[in-house]
């Protein structure tokens, strides 16, 4: 099967993608498929990678994935070609079976790229055009998790055009302080910071609004950091499956991007997490509820907050694409409850076939 793994993209979170998509790399099966390296660069153009880039990172347990952007290699997507035309290069037709997308936050798994590979009728992995959108719109997600009688934190979100003066006085006077601000639409903690007076919060969402044109304050409650990995079509499929939870201890102020991905005692990662049996069935079960909610398909990390004073669960949001090393909670949490690394590549590859499969049965006209 030809596999095009697509990595890189416009993002903040360019760099992790690289990481990400390296250890799929290593660890797809090669004598299964056929793998083709699609580099995005941060401006949005597409590259096709040599075969040795290829070699080099399987060659070398710690390597990364660089973005090599010789003109003649320039990709070009065609709307309609499908997984024998929807790719071209400037020799002809790049034969692609599935894309593995491996582009985390804007342009990546916000529904963007999921709608144009929907337009050229090429297979992907992971969550569909609307489910994406949605999960990447913290704002959003939670107004469909709320409707759904599902437990999520209150917060206040303001837009480009309102007063941020006036949110802010709104926050403070609702939550008190410390408050938590986050763009509506970035992952990795970009953006993101936490504000204990009124000096701080005003910096907090000037730097927010870098990110974003729509910004979440949330009251900033002390915490247990749980996760839980969820795979599955929740639309056509069997109930999706939701794996062993696991625990983030940061070292940290708060889960920030440093702590995730440049200290490496940024924080502790625990699986299982160390709670009772019964909350972990909880955990578990609103996990699958929340991913059943935005109709994903494919994987998603499910992440919560326990409060520690009151012990109260909330779910705090939905990633469509983790972080996805061998080392990564998102996969460490499936190979826990018995999936390995290399199978969840299989898993996620036959599902997005299927998925695509079963929208193409769909008519489309009269």
């Known amino acids: 099967m030809n596999i095009a793994i697509i990595y890189g ?7 992790v993608s690289l990481v990400s998509a390296s250890g799929i790399v290593r660890n797809i099966d090669p004598h299964k498929h056929t793998v083709y390296l699609i580099g995005v660069t941060k401006t949005g153009f ?56 491996v582009l985390h936050g804007t342009y ?16 992907y992995t992971g969550c569909g055009c609307f489910s994406s959108a949605a999960a990447m719109d913290k704002e959003k997600a939670k107004l469909l998790w709320k409707q759904a009688g599902l437990p999520v934190l209150p917060h206040v979100c303001i837009r480009r055009n ?9 926050a403070e006077q609702e939550f008190g302080y ?54 599955g079509n929740s639309v056509t499929g069997p109930e999706p499956a939701a794996y062993v939870p696991g625990e983030i201890k940061p070292t940290h102020v708060f889960y920030d991007y440093d702590a995730k991905y440049t200290d490496p005692d940024g924080a502790a990662l625990c699986i299982p997490a160390e709670i009772t049996p019964e909350q972990i069935e909880v955990i578990r079960k609103t996990a699958v509820k929340a991913y059943s909610v935005l109709d994903c398909s ?17 779910l705090n949001e939905l990633n469509t694409m983790p972080g996805f090393t061998p080392i990564s909670m998102f996969p460490k949490m499936c190979e826990a409850g018995g999936l ?13 076939l299927e998925r695509s499969s079963a929208r193409n049965r769909l008519q489309t006209s009269r």
């Not at 040795?52 to 010789?70: C, H, M, P, S, Y």
């Not at 998603?300 to 669960?313: A, E, H, M, P, Q």
Request: aromatic share 6%.
């Open 298 to 314: 494919g994987l998603s990390r499910v992440d919560f907050f326990i409060d520690t004073k009151t012990g109260c669960l909330y």
């Open 178 to 231: 410390p408050l938590f601000v986050k763009p509506c639409s970035a992952g990795s903690s970009v953006g993101a910071a936490k504000a204990a007076c009124r000096e701080e919060l005003e910096k907090a969402v000037a730097d927010a609004f870098c990110w974003d044109d729509k910004i979440l304050i949330e009251p900033a409650v002390q915490a247990r950091e749980i996760e839980c990995s969820v795979t």
């Open 108 to 123: 990546g798994e916000d529904g963007t790229i999921q709608g144009l590979l929907d337009m050229t009728g090429i297979p």
């Open 46 to 101: 597409w590259y096709l990678q040599p075969e040795e880039e290829r070699l080099r990172i399987t060659g070398d347990t710690k390597a990364v994935l660089n973005i090599q952007t010789a003109a003649e290699h320039k990709l070009l997507l065609c709307p309609g070609g499908g997984t024998g035309a929807g790719i071209q290069t400037k020799t002809g037709p790049l034969p692609v079976d599935i894309a593995f997308l």
């Open 340 to 352: 390995s690394y290399s199978d969840l590549i299989e898993l996620l590859i036959q599902e997005g």
């Open 9 to 15: 993209g416009r993002s903040g979170e360019h760099e």
């Open 162 to 170: 309102e007063s941020a003066g006036t949110a802010c006085l709104r």
